[in-house]
Structure formats: C-alpha cells, structure tokens
C-alpha cells in the first residue's frame, strides 16, 4: 500500500489507511509477519481485547513521517512487553520513539537500539514537539486509569533535533528503571516554527509553555545515563539553558556516568 483515496471521498479513521488493522476484536494474536509499504499506519489495533504482539523486532527499517515515527499507545489499555527495535532511521518526523500511555496498560523490557533519528517542528496543532525520544504516561481524563513504564532501554543512539528528551510519568503511574547508553544529541533550529512548548497530549495538560531543555524529567524511579554526549547550537532565539531539567521531589535515583554538554557554533 503506497497511496491512500485520491477522491477525498472517506470519512473518519477511512482517511487514515492501515496495512493492517484490528478494531474491536477479541483475542488478537501477531507473530512471525513482514510489513512494509503502508501508506499511514502499519499495523493498527484498536479498542481490541485480549490482544498480544509476541516479542517482536522490528530492524533495518528507514522511516521518514512527520508523525511519531514509532509509537506504543494511546488507546491501550493492556501489556507491551519484550518489544525490540533495532537499527533503525527516522528523517524529518514530528517525534521520533514515542510511548504515549493515556488509558491504562503497562510498558516494559522494551529495547530501541542503533537508532538514526532526525526530528523538526511542525505545526503545533499536530501532536508532537520534535521530541527525539518521548516517554510519558498520565491519565486521559479524570476516569482514565495510570499505566506505568518499566526497563526500558535506548541504547547507540544518534538525534539532530530542534528540541529534547521528554521523559513524563505521573504520581500513579511511574517511568521506572529507563537506562540511556552510548547516544549523541545534538539540538539545533532550522524551521521557523514556535518552540518553547511542552506537548503533553492526547489529554493531561495538553500544550504547556516550558523552555527548551536536553532532557525533561517527570516522576521517575531510577535512571540511568552512560556515555552521553549533549550539544547545544549557539542559536540566539532559543533559550537553551538547562541540560537536565527535574525536580528532586519527582525524580529518584539518577545515574550519571561519562555525561557530557557542550555548546557549539550553528553555521549559517
């Protein structure tokens, strides 16, 4: 599938194509497939029951999207466990490796590895600030039940992005034992679009102003950071001011080894 209606004759989710789609089945079992080519969403379940994706890896992939690029969530509401991605390209997409947990369900053991990722603004009313790697979790609305995160790892790692790392759990539903091994981020502008923004939707707080930051920290439970290297543009109209951006009271246990953030010089 390489092309989606050209009438514009299709309504709702029919606009939005799936190489594969499950919507509200029961007893959904994935194992042992190849999928390539899909024009929107690749393998999209929705509002499913009792549905398992058997220790997937996805590798050897080039993804160019101005949406998340790879994503776990929203509409979940059971288990993603023992999921790897390896080896791996992302080129000019809206946010790069996202988890978006909003309706319950937990994450965990899951592996991004030998990761190429270039993510830019786009136009704030799409989900997505340019996040190289986005992590959250925190309830839709006040019925919506927390799911947590768990051992997750993103390991030679590369990012050229226009804005940082958002990493945000929720006092019911906590990031827990996140480990960042052998990545380069490099955050630099090029779009005009507006920076400055926090995107905490679908739900929570929606778009919150809040500086640019390398990596923005929201209850956590032990994480930690080995040989990472930080680079900051000398861009006069971004505030880039803070490497590490948490509060004690909502981050514990951090590790950091061979961590480092410099800045240098954004050619013309």
């Known amino acids: 599938m390489v092309s989606w209606n050209s009438t514009g004759a299709c309504l709702g ?36 029951r009792n549905t398992y994706i058997y220790d997937v890896s996805i590798y050897d992939c080039w993804i160019r999207t101005k949406s998340s690029a790879i994503k776990l969530g929203s509409a979940s509401w059971f288990e993603f466990k023992g999921l790897v ?18 309706d319950g369900g937990n994450v965990s053991d ?27 979790t925190c309830p839709r609305h006040s019925c919506s039940k927390e799911g947590s995160i768990s051992n997750l ?8 992005s226009e804005n940082g790392v958002f990493l945000s759990g929720s006092k019911g539903g906590l990031l827990s034992n996140l480990r960042f091994i052998n990545m380069n981020l ?3 502008r090029w779009t005009d679009y507006t920076g400055g923004l926090v995107d905490y939707r679908p739900g929570c707080q929606g778009l919150v102003n809040h500086s640019a930051a390398g990596i923005i920290m929201e209850h956590i439970e032990g994480f930690e950071i080995e040989n990472v290297n ?13 490497p ?14 061979n961590f480092n953030s410099a800045l240098y010089k954004q050619m013309k």
């Not at 790892?153 to 050229?160: G, L, P, S, V």
């Not at 930080?230 to 803070?242: A, F, K, T």
Request: glycine fraction near 4%; include cysteine; aromatic fraction near 14%.
């Open 230 to 242: 930080m680079r900051w543009s000398d861009y006069q109209n971004e505030l880039w001011d803070n």
């Open 13 to 48: 989710d029919e606009c939005r194509p799936r190489l594969v789609g499950f919507i509200g089945c029961t007893n959904v079992k994935v194992w042992n497939v190849m999928l390539s080519e899909p024009a929107y969403w690749c393998l999209h379940i929705v509002q499913c």
């Open 186 to 188: 490099t955050y630099s």
């Open 244 to 257: 590490l951006d948490f509060r004690p009271s909502t981050v514990n246990n951090i590790s950091l080894r």
């Open 85 to 102: 991605f390896d080896n791996i390209s992302i080129v000019d997409s809206h946010r790069g490796l996202g988890l978006q947990i909003r």
């Open 153 to 160: 790892q993103f390991i030679n790692i590369t990012a050229k």
């Open 110 to 136: 899951v592996t991004f590895s030998n990761i190429n990722i270039s993510t830019r603004y786009y136009d704030p009313s799409w989900w997505g600030r340019a996040e190289p790697i986005y992590v959250t």
